[in-house]
């Protein structure tokens, strides 16, 4: 019952865009993130930021007493398209890619943050999530950007703080080719200077003296972001899988000190000591077992365990962005399968916020941005559900199209569907 | 005996063999189980799939049926006795609705045969006669615990041809893997698909109109031949003689069982409106829908598919990757199961190589949320929805499906109670026979499985 009137509370703030200046979670069993084991304490939340996280009790202007409840970081999405795609087979919804940009394509400017896979998303525990693009026709390239879930016009990014790109078998062409392509980029990359970046003739004459960069046809964006990708050390994620891939990857990274994220490496566990050694952290789909190409023949429901005996950051993704918050099932069946239950949460929050630089959030700490969710029970259990989302220090309606239609069928019997709530 | 009586006998006896040849029917199931094995599962937690849990409970499996189900059933020397303590018993996971098999893994080109998308209707095709029998993903579905599936052609087409089900126990022929006795299905599709697909061809059908035209046609012709057969065969044998024996059509003798109840529809349908036109066409040429499947928006018309009767095969939260698929509600299971006082038929259905290893974590979220939305369902009735309703739904409920005496003894022993996430399918018994025990590390390989990786190893092992 307080419960519920707290939530009518928060509600009100939320509605009248009024922040409470304290609010207290009490007894919570506190996971913060950092595969530290849980224990009960008090988060005390000011404003954006959490304040404190002691075991000592706090005064607040308000308090949720969170008794026998799971407290978590939020989760961060760390390769959806949400906001970037809303309907997938409808392309006049989708965002994610480019016809005439390759290497430095952004899909940060068509974030929609009122598409419905946000509320969805959210209600379900995630908070922010890094949106990427399709792959394009360059074997690296396109740029994701960082994004609050808290559904605002105002949006709170972290803009193209990542490039993405794959090799694999393909249908048309050698890897051997790719590998080249990859390596001649690389090397171009390495040898920009900033001064050649004063102006787009400048650029241009650099493409001009670069066979693969005239071939490519690479715009001055494009060559910016390559240059961004060598001096800023900007993570890039590569999609493959096979261990042989997961092997030169891991050449080339060590060939232009790359900051190197493997995503999918469903052979992962065949080569997992020299992906430990070489620092190389995974984007993974744990619940993923399908030797779904010759490219993924060690796929094996206990590679999350495997990987995580070698000590590699681990981080997983789902493929569908839609119901992204599904991480939690595939999560829950690595733990199944032999993962510690710490390194499982921290997949979902404090590693991806390492890997990816997100400043103050993926934990439960002191100083920290308020990213937080209070579970109804065991987050890793997919049955669960969020009693309270909060982002930036703010609670989170938990309301979505789906939980309105819900109610829309569930109620007002009497009524035509159209005149219901 | 005269010579010539001799032989008029061995003709005549030729004769009729040859006849009997001709007269039986092609791609009977040739299926042998594995070696019978006697157990006691003492003191199991059991989901009986009849909706019942029975706690602490015996279970007995003998000469591949169930024989007993009770408390303190007494230990003898003829059966290996397995202490099930804190574990949990359900029936053999039946999963409505896969893809194996006509999509198998590795999913390339040379083996997507789950689709015959020449041509809108295709009553002819089977999809046994594309399940490749190798496919790696069967033996990952029964660490699942999953004992038989029901696989169907794709939805490109408006009528995509026959689905097939078949005990989860690979062996190198599809027959013998088909499971005995199980009618066969015919897989419909309503909506975006058929017409994405003839629709780029300038072809028909390219609208959800064309769609119904689509179907109504093919059983206006289905109809003529069904009304051609019946009138020859209730001529007199003289009659029959003298007249013309109806023109076989592999196409329309599918419809035409379809239309005789033999042959069970299994409609791919995702919008309520098109589910609702659907049971019109049924009406109109009087053929019965056994499911929808798929029906994202089935709990808009939950209470008509309750009064006729029509299962909805569902996910517990897949949306969003098409249009039709938009009205998303995780309540949607429940609200079917709950529809005109709780005479619904739900069931869970993978779809997916992946969720068919999972279909217990799939009822388990479609459960919390029917009791989030106010519903009061337990965890002994959900788990019908992957046991008894898709068994009734394939038309194999008499044989298994359920933990019943007599029954099959399709049994799966669970580490912990079966709608968490961490439990594991342990021992999974099929037709009584031990199928795969994950703590001797018991499961069967395909030959796809065999050196693929390391010569001197197969696919899964360390």
Known sequence: MFIKIFKTFLCFFYVGALYSETILIKNATIYDGVKNIPFEGNILIENEMIKRVSSTNMQADFVIDASGMIVTPGIIGTDTNIGIVEIGALSVTRDDSSKIYS?????????????????????????????????????????????????????????????????????????????????????????????????????????????????????PRDVRALFKLINDNLP??????????????????????????????????????????????????????????FDELASNIQMASRLEREGIDLMFNTPRSHNFHLVRQGAGVAVANGMSYETAISALTSTPAKVFNIEKRGEIKSGYFADIVIWDADPLEPSSMPEYVFINGKSIDLTSRSSRLRDRYTSQPEKPNTYRD | MTNSKKYLVLFTLFFLCFNLVLTAKPFESTYKPLPSVNVLIKNANIYDGEGNELLQTDLLIKDRKIEAIGKDLPVTNDFEVIDASGKWVTPGIIDIHSHMGVYPAPGVRTSSDGNEATSPVTADVWAEHSMWVQDP?????????????????????????????????????????????????????????????????????????????????????????????????????????????????????????????????????????????????????????????????AY???????????????????????????????????????????????????????????????????????????????????????????????????????????????????????????????????????????????????????????????????
């Open chain 1, 103 to 219: 290497i430095g394509f952004s899909i940060h400017d068509a974030f929609n943050p009122k598409s419905t896979l946000i509320p969805w998303n959210r209600s379900n525990g995630v908070t922010s999530a890094l949106s990427l693009p399709q792959g394009t026709s360059s074997p690296i390239g396109g740029l994701g950007s960082y994004f609050l879930l808290d559904g605002e016009f105002d949006i709170t990014s972290n803009k193209d703080i990542v490039m993405i790109g794959s090799v694999g078998g393909s249908s048309n062409k050698s890897r051997a080719e790719t590998y080249a392509v990859m390596d001649d980029l690389l090397s171009f990359a390495s040898s920009i200077n900033i001064r050649d970046l004063s102006s787009d003739a400048d650029i241009a004459e650099l493409i001009e003296a670069s066979p693969i960069a005239e071939f490519m046809e690479l715009h």
């Open chain 2, 137 to 297: 993903q069967y033996t990952l579905a029964l660490s699942g615990g999953v004992t038989a599936f029901h696989v169907l052609p794709g939805s490109a087409n408006l009528i995509g041809g026959r689905g097939v089900t078949v005990k989860n126990l690979q062996r190198n022929t599809i027959n013998s893997m088909k499971f005995p006795d199980a009618p066969h299905s015919l897989k419909m599709a309503c909506g975006e698909n058929p017409k994405r697909v003839y629709g780029n061809r300038q072809q028909a059908p390219s609208t959800r109109m064309g769609n119904i035209a689509g179907y109504r046609k093919a059983w206006i012709e289905a109809e003529a031949y069904l009304n051609r057969l019946n009138e020859y065969e209730s001529k007199s044998d003289e009659a029959k003689e003298m007249g013309y024996k109806p023109t076989r059509d592999l196409e329309l003798d599918t419809l035409a069982g379809v239309l005789r109840g033999e042959i069970l529809v299994h409609n791919h349908c995702y919008r309520a409106d098109e589910m609702a036109s659907m049971i019109d066409v049924a009406k109109e040429f009087n053929y019965k829908i056994t499911a929808f499947h798929h029906g994202v928006e």
């Open chain 1, 236 to 293: 890039l994620i590569i999609s493959t899988h096979r261990a042989s891939d997961i092997l030169k990857l891991i050449e080339l990274k060590e060939k232009y000190n790359l900051n190197l994220i493997i995503k999918g490496a469903q052979d992962a566990s065949l080569v997992a000591s020299k992906i430990a050694e070489s620092n190389t952290p995974l984007i993974i789909n744990p619940i993923n077992n399908i030797p779904g190409s």
């Open chain 2, 300 to 462: 808009k018309i939950a209470d008509l598919l309750a009064e006729n009767n029509i299962c909805g095969a569902l996910w517990a939260d897949w949306w969003g990757f098409k249009h039709e698929a938009y009205d998303m509600v995780q309540a949607n299971i429940a609200i079917v199961d709950q529809a005109r006082g709780g005479t619904g038929c739900a069931i869970v259905h993978s779809d997916d190589a992946i969720g068919i290893q999972h279909l217990n974590q799939e009822a388990a979220k479609a459960l919390s949320a029917g009791i989030r939305a106010g519903y009061d369902i337990s965890k002994a009735r959900a788990m019908n929805w992957i046991t008894s309703n898709p068994a009734k739904a394939a038309g194999i409920y008499d044989q298994t499906g359920s933990l019943k005496v007599g029954k099959n003894a399709d049994v799966v022993i669970w580490s912990k109670n079966p709608f968490s996430v961490y439990a594991l399918a342990e021992t999974v018994f099929i037709d009584g026979g031990l199928a795969y025990d994950r703590e001797s590390g018991f499961y069967p390989s395909s030959d796809f499985d065999v050196g693929i990786i390391n010569s001197n190893k197969n696919r899964l092992e360390e």
